[in-house]
């Protein structure tokens, strides 16, 4: 069965996810989010629903891009 890239679960019901030319096996989209999603550049956490970018920098909302003077940017909505 395949193993979880992960958390190491052998599981029946693995899937596999290409990106950027690399294949990945996952047992949930937890760990898949764990694996794949950016991390904000300011409080670290995973940015796996929305997101704001600047200069090459990725936050998860404008409030910590501003906390890294970033002001110009805005959530979307």
Known sequence: MPICDVC?????????VHAQGTSHTFDSFECAIQALAPI???CEVSCDRTRVESNGRI???????GEEGITDLR???
């Open 8 to 16: 190491g679960n052998d599981y029946d019901k693995a899937f596999e």
């Open 75 to 77: 959530d979307r909505k």
């Open 40 to 42: 904000c550049d300011h």
């Open 59 to 65: 936050f998860c909302c404008a409030h910590c891009a």
